[in-house]
């Protein structure tokens, strides 16, 4: 398994880019799998379902299955937030997990880049950033595809993942 991190500014086009380089991926046989930092308080279950009922009910973690697919949502509960190797263990093996968020965290990213954002470049200051995918000229020795290119993106994307246990190996040195 490989990871690799999607960097950028809200905005930037990451969620769109992902959409794009997903079915390029899977088309070259590749398995993937996305994690996704969420700020504070988001909900993937329904108010006054029966999964929501029994998390307000206390549960610590609430697993809900049907023939289409399965979800388990866990409930932190107070208990800090859990780091990005810890998330990854939880995956079942695929060919490449890309991440989206965990900035601090030590994985290589590609940073995503928007001119009409007017927001700047994040490589300067990230030493985890590898390349960038962006519409605009960048001065820099990263490797730099556009933003339309999707074939060039994954292509990047493939070349710059890590396996997953250097990342963790990488995250567990910063402690």
Avoid: C, Y
């Amino acid at each position: 398994m490989k990871v690799i991190g999607l960097a950028g500014w809200s905005g930037a086009g990451k969620t769109t880019l992902l959409t794009r380089l997903i079915p390029h991926f899977n088309a070259q046989g590749l398995r993937v799998s996305v994690i996704k930092h969420a700020h504070h308080q988001f909900d993937v279950d329904v108010p006054g379902k029966d999964s929501w009922r029994h998390r307000e009910a206390g549960a610590a973690e609430v697993l809900v299955a049907s023939s289409n697919r399965w979800a388990l949502m866990h409930e932190l509960r107070g208990a800090a937030e859990p780091r990005l190797p810890e998330l990854l263990s939880k995956l079942s093996a695929v060919d490449l997990v890309v991440v989206e968020g965990f900035k601090r965290e030590p994985h290589r990213k590609i940073e995503v880049h928007r001119a009409a954002n007017d927001k700047p470049l994040l490589f300067p200051d990230d030493p985890g950033i590898v390349g960038i995918v962006t519409d605009a000229a960048v001065e820099t020795r990263l490797p730099t595809v556009h933003l339309d290119d999707v074939e060039a993106a994954a292509a990047l994307m493939l070349r710059a993942a890590m396996p997953v246990e250097d990342a963790v190996a990488k995250s567990a040195a910063m402690r």
